[in-house]
């Protein structure tokens, strides 16, 4: 992955106003006990930002998987190759777009909060629309990956691969994954 310079606090501003998100009105929202969007396989979609069907990047692989071998790189490469038609690789791409909005505010907003900074964290809180709009966010960027996670991972496992052995790779490094996406997402809006 080329380096990359980090987004502006006003970028994720903008992202916050901007982002798409579940109707108000969405049952998860109204729920007495809210609890946060969750993700198939916890930070399995990671995998994809490094084995991307067409693109695959070794480096970014070995940063969230350092424990993994060029084999087993190689072996997901063949399986994106061969098992990823273009509707599926399609629909990974739209879901990795519609989730990185809420995945870039969630790093942002655990970051600033670890730094107690409750200004910056009340700002970005406010330009989301609330605590809601961050779970809104979230839900719809969910909702978009999930399916198509589960997908992958019933076809990794007929392929040979055992798919939960990448459901929590190291975080360090996810902050910038799917930079450029980010970065189409300030320009556009």
Not at 59 to 87: H, I, K, M, R, V
Not at 103 to 131: E, P, Q, Y
């Amino acid at each position: 992955m080329a380096e990359q310079a980090s987004l502006r606090f006003a970028d994720y501003l903008k992202i916050a106003r901007h982002a798409p998100r579940v109707d108000a009105e969405d049952a998860r929202l109204q729920a007495e006990n809210l609890k946060p969007p969750h993700l198939f396989g916890g930070n399995f979609y990671l995998l994809w930002t490094a084995i991307t069907p067409g693109a695959p990047n070794h480096e970014l692989f070995a940063n969230l998987y350092p424990e993994a071998t060029t084999a087993a790189y190689e072996q997901l490469c063949a399986f994106t190759e061969s098992e990823t038609d273009g509707d599926l690789a399609e629909r990974l791409k739209q879901g990795l777009e519609a989730f990185q909005p809420y995945h870039l505010l969630r790093m942002k907003r655990d970051a600033l909060s670890r730094a107690n900074d409750g200004d910056n964290v009340k700002l970005l809180d406010g330009a989301m629309g609330n605590n809601l709009g961050f779970y809104a966010i979230g839900f719809y960027g969910v909702d978009r990956l999930n399916s198509v996670l589960e997908e992958l991972a019933i076809r990794m496992w007929k392929f040979g691969i055992e798919p939960s052995l990448f459901y929590k790779p190291r975080l360090e490094t996810s902050p910038d994954v799917g930079y450029g996406i980010a970065q189409s997402l300030v320009r556009s809006s």
